[in-house]
């Protein structure tokens, strides 16, 4: 993986991504997953 590649996980270094790729191979596909999913702001009243 060349280093322009890996700045879209822009949050992790070229290291995390390779232990991710080693240790969960399916992370992508559930990063995509999750990035589909709606977000939005819930107000919990205590």
Request: glycine residues 2%; charged residues 15%; aromatic residues 14%.
């Given at each position: 993986?060349?280093?322009?590649?890996?700045?879209?996980?822009?949050?992790?270094?070229?290291?995390?991504?390779?232990?991710?790729?080693?240790?969960h191979?399916?992370?992508?596909?559930?990063?995509?997953?999750?990035?589909r999913l709606?977000?939005?702001h819930?107000?919990?009243?205590?």
């Amino acid at each position: 993986m060349n280093r322009n590649a890996s700045c879209h996980y822009y949050t992790h270094n070229a290291r995390f991504v390779a232990l991710m790729d080693q240790h969960h191979p399916k992370w992508r596909s559930h990063q995509q997953t999750l990035n589909r999913l709606p977000v939005r702001h819930e107000s919990w009243g205590y």
